[in-house]
């Protein structure tokens, strides 16, 4: 059985903790790319080296170009620059959309039939570009923002009831971060709503803290930001692809008639299979839901014109 071609791009904490936990699955054989020369080379054979004690098998090769990664199933994109003091967001989405771009056009030179996920921040704005940039169907397209909140979420549920994080259940729409929709109607534990568990007062405050986790660990670190969740929800993603699982999984994809967005990516469930994002699934929002979901794409909206112009200049 031929195995699984994944290709991650950019070795820092995310690209290369998204390399250890794909290896440890053993999803396939990997190519991890990064400018830096070294640095990818230097990752992969420390990882590979991991892998008689671990009990992995997988070819895991660090490059600087992208020749040898021709013809990948999926290729995972993390590059990009992390915000500096005194830079502005603007500045920002400016210099990782050249990034992005750039990348992107290097990837689809030697893997036309692939499937895209994109990591690199501000996210919706990344996405959108490659997407522009490939030229590819969207259901080959999608971001990772959704896996990673629901996760913070459902790790902070488990740890108040005292329970399994397997037996918690949850659902989150939107945007990363502040643009976040919580659903805690649809959020149970065990089959039994989590309403009935946690006080409606203290359930706010698991929300709060899982739409601001990713700054409450960079407050914490001082000098890096989240990586080890980031990337394991990625390769959540990457696993229900190349093995076809057909998983419902939050995703950024790319809404049209569904849920009325009108042709952006925002986030939504999604069944994730072979083929990408194999079909999108609606939700019913009630109307303070549906005001937090239009608020959420209205933003999306003002990325996307915003990488447009970026990306037409």
């Not at 896996?147 to 488990?158: M, Q």
């Not at 009325?260 to 986030?267: A, D, I, M, N, T």
Request: include cysteine; charged fraction near 20%; proline fraction near 4%.
């Amino acid at each position: 059985m031929k195995r699984a071609k994944i290709t991650i791009i950019g070795a820092g904490n995310v690209g290369a903790t998204c390399a250890h936990w794909a290896a440890s699955k053993e999803l396939g054989d990997i190519y991890l790319v990064d400018i830096v020369e070294g640095l990818p080379q230097g990752k992969a054979l420390d990882l590979y080296e991991a892998s008689p004690v671990e009990g992995f098998d997988a070819r895991i090769v660090g490059l600087n170009s992208y020749e040898e990664t021709a013809d990948s199933d999926v290729v995972v994109i993390t590059s990009g620059i992390a915000r500096k003091p005194g830079m502005s967001r603007d500045d920002l989405m400016a210099t990782n959309v050249k990034i992005v771009a750039e990348v992107t056009r290097s990837v689809i030179e030697h893997s036309p039939n692939t499937i895209l996920i994109v990591v690199s921040n501000p996210l919706d704005a990344m996405v959108y570009t490659a997407w522009k940039v490939s030229g590819f169907p969207t259901n080959r397209v999608l971001g990772q923002a959704g896996v990673l909140d629901v996760a913070r979420y459902r790790s902070f549920i488990a740890a108040e009831v005292g329970c399994s994080v397997e037996d918690v259940s949850a659902l989150l729409l939107g945007g990363h971060g502040d643009d976040m929709v919580p659903l805690p109607r649809l959020t149970s534990v065990g089959g039994v709503p989590v309403s009935q568990l946690i006080p409606a007062g203290r359930l706010e405050d698991i929300v709060t803290r899982a739409r601001n986790g990713g700054a409450e660990i960079v407050g914490l670190l001082k000098t890096g930001s989240a990586y080890y969740a980031p990337a394991s929800a990625t390769i959540a993603m990457v696993e229900s692809i190349v093995r076809d699982k057909k998983r419902v999984l939050p995703c950024a994809a790319h809404c049209d008639s569904e849920y009325g967005v009108g042709g952006y990516f925002v986030g939504v469930p999604c069944i994730l299979g072979s083929g990408g994002v194999e079909k999108v699934i609606e939700v019913e929002l009630e109307p303070k839901e549906r005001e937090m979901f239009n608020a959420s794409v209205e933003h999306v909206k003002e990325l996307s014109a915003a990488t447009e112009k970026l990306l037409a200049g």
